[in-house]
């Protein structure tokens, strides 16, 4: 069943939920360098236009309402529930926010959230001693808060697919990607053998399924 009262055009809920979420970013990534602003820039405007199609105007649906409608003509297609593109396209028929895309989008979105979070303190503790950040989640990846960054963004887009952050996504992706490695460069040439050592030990991105490594801490 789906709520048949357009849900679109809550503006204040698109400009809330953007700062709430363009703030988080900010308190944890703190840009500082043009690239580090232009990353976070790229980020902003996705969060900016996943909050418009989700509260204020639906283009996606708009330029696919023709196919939508003669795919699925008993759709009431500017619902609110008819958003979850995936349930829809994949038959649950049942309320979307407890379908099965909408739960696994919580899951990285919630686990997102826990590496950005986990990363901080860490990092902001070495930072402060000018060491190397290797405690907690660092002992596993290098770079676990550009990696809850794209955890959160795959979520909003199992939960509510677009057409603009779809193609948006790998985009940010290669951005952080380009970003670490900059970072990366800047380690090396402030701490030398300690992080080469490091990046031998700790894989980058998707920690190793044994939990054993050398101390990197030297």
Same mark, same amino acid.
């Given at each position: 069943?789906?709520d048949?009262?357009?849900?679109?055009?809550?503006?204040?809920?698109? $400009?809330?939920?953007s700062?709430?979420?363009?703030?988080?970013?900010?308190?944890?990534?703190? @840009?500082?360098? @043009?690239?580090?602003?232009?990353?976070?820039?790229?980020?902003?405007?996705?969060?900016?236009?996943?909050?418009?199609?989700?509260?204020?105007?639906?283009? +996606?649906?708009?330029?696919?309402?023709?196919?939508?409608?003669? !795919?699925?003509p008993?759709?009431d297609?500017?619902?609110?529930?008819?958003?979850?593109?995936?349930?829809?396209?994949?038959?649950?028929?049942?309320?979307?926010? *407890?379908?099965? *895309?909408?739960?696994?989008?919580?899951?990285?979105?919630?686990?997102?959230?826990?590496?950005?979070?986990?990363?901080?303190? @860490?990092?902001?503790?070495?930072?402060?001693q000018?060491?190397?950040?290797?405690?907690?989640?660092?002992?596993?990846?290098?770079? @676990?808060?550009?990696?809850?960054?794209?955890?959160?963004?795959?979520?909003?887009?199992?939960?509510?697919?677009?057409?603009l +952050?779809?193609?948006?996504?790998?985009?940010?992706?290669?951005?952080?990607?380009?970003?670490?490695?900059?970072?990366? !460069?800047?380690?090396?040439?402030?701490?030398?053998?300690?992080?080469?050592r490091?990046? !031998?030990? $700790?894989?980058?991105?998707?920690?190793?399924?044994?939990?054993? !490594?050398?101390?990197?801490?030297?």
């Open positions: 069943m789906h048949s009262i357009p849900a679109y055009g809550l503006w204040s809920l698109v $400009v809330l939920n700062i709430v979420f363009i703030f988080f970013a900010f308190s944890f990534f703190k @840009p500082a360098t @043009p690239r580090d602003w232009r990353s976070f820039g790229a980020f902003s405007a996705f969060i900016i236009a996943l909050f418009t199609e989700m509260y204020g105007f639906p283009l +996606t649906i708009y330029l696919l309402s023709g196919w939508l409608q003669s !795919r699925y008993g759709v297609w500017f619902s609110h529930d008819a958003g979850h593109l995936l349930e829809e396209l994949f038959g649950w028929r049942a309320n979307p926010h *407890f379908g099965p *895309f909408h739960i696994l989008s919580f899951v990285f979105i919630g686990g997102g959230f826990i590496l950005i979070s986990a990363g901080w303190k @860490p990092l902001y503790q070495a930072q402060r000018h060491k190397l950040a290797t405690t907690g989640i660092y002992a596993r990846i290098r770079h @676990p808060q550009y990696v809850g960054f794209v955890l959160v963004m795959f979520g909003f887009l199992l939960q509510w697919p677009t057409l +952050t779809l193609a948006m996504f790998p985009v940010l992706v290669f951005m952080y990607w380009r970003l670490s490695k900059h970072e990366e !460069r800047e380690s090396l040439a402030e701490f030398g053998d300690a992080y080469a490091y990046m !031998r030990e $700790v894989p980058a991105f998707i920690p190793r399924l044994s939990a054993q !490594r050398a101390d990197a801490r030297g």
